[in-house]
């Protein structure tokens, strides 16, 4: 049985076993059992941290939640979500690099989300390099919002397959559930924002997310 699948008839299991009050805690902890897995299944770390995270986007999809807004450093956001996609990548010859943007000290987020929308991103550009290649993360604002773009040297996507990849449940993948981008932009979109995608097929692909520059009020931040 391969990684997605034991995952998802983990999750199955556990959601009849504990009832849906619990499932959402235990999407935290599931390293654990990617852990095991590693002596049980023999798999790589790339594919014991997609395992956790399908099985996230599984709980998140079914259960998702508002954000909860700080005003906080959105580099600092976007360095959490780069440092742990290159941990996956030690001993790969592929390359994340990270370009922060001014002023962004204190945009309006939910950095466990945005971290999870820019993690959904990274996987997806280490998915797509045959090999070897580079992924390129930088922030910036313009006008009334932050951008953060996500490029990949990989191989693209086909323009008949762009208009679907945020649809539920499609893949263009052997492994995984479909939801990432999916969940992705129900996210961005919840913060008031937009998550736009370019490709070039056997060049790379670009997402850019646009998050408005608001102002939290104490409500929204301690909510």
Same mark, same amino acid.
């Given at each position: ?5 034991? !995952?998802?008839?983990? *999750? ?5 076993a ?6 959402? &805690? ?16 023999? !798999? ?9 995270? !399908? ?10 939640? &508002?954000?909860?807004?700080? *005003? ?7 360095? /959490? ?10 001993? /790969? ?5 990270? !370009? ?6 204190? +945009? ?5 989300q945005?971290?999870? +929308? ?18 390129? +993360? ?11 773009r ?41 913060h ?23 102002k ?8």
């Amino acid at each position: 049985m391969g990684m997605e699948l034991f !995952i998802a008839a983990l *999750a199955v299991f556990v959601w009849a076993a504990t009832g849906p009050g619990t499932l959402h &805690a235990l999407a935290y902890n599931m390293m654990l059992v990617a852990s095991v897995s590693t002596v049980v299944f023999n !798999i790589n770390p790339l594919m014991r941290f997609d395992g956790y995270y !399908i099985l996230s986007d599984l709980l998140d999809y079914a259960r998702p939640r &508002a954000p909860e807004f700080h *005003a906080t450093d959105l580099n600092a956001t976007a360095e /959490r979500a780069v440092s742990l996609a290159r941990q996956q990548v030690l001993s /790969r010859p592929i390359q994340i690099e990270l !370009i922060t943007g001014r002023d962004l000290d204190s +945009v309006g987020h939910d950095p466990a989300q945005i971290q999870q +929308v820019l993690l959904n991103l990274l996987l997806n550009g280490i998915q797509a390099l045959d090999g070897k290649g580079q992924i390129r +993360v930088e922030l910036a604002s313009e006008d009334e919002f932050a951008l953060i773009r996500v490029r990949d040297t990989g191989k693209g996507i086909a323009p008949e397959k762009l208009a679907n990849i945020f649809r539920p449940f499609y893949t263009t993948k052997g492994g995984g559930t479909g939801l990432g981008l999916s969940l992705s932009r129900r996210i961005v979109e919840s913060h008031g924002g937009k998550i736009e995608v370019a490709s070039t097929p056997g060049q790379g692909t670009e997402f850019t997310v646009r998050l408005p520059l608001r102002k939290v009020t104490v409500r929204q931040a301690v909510s």
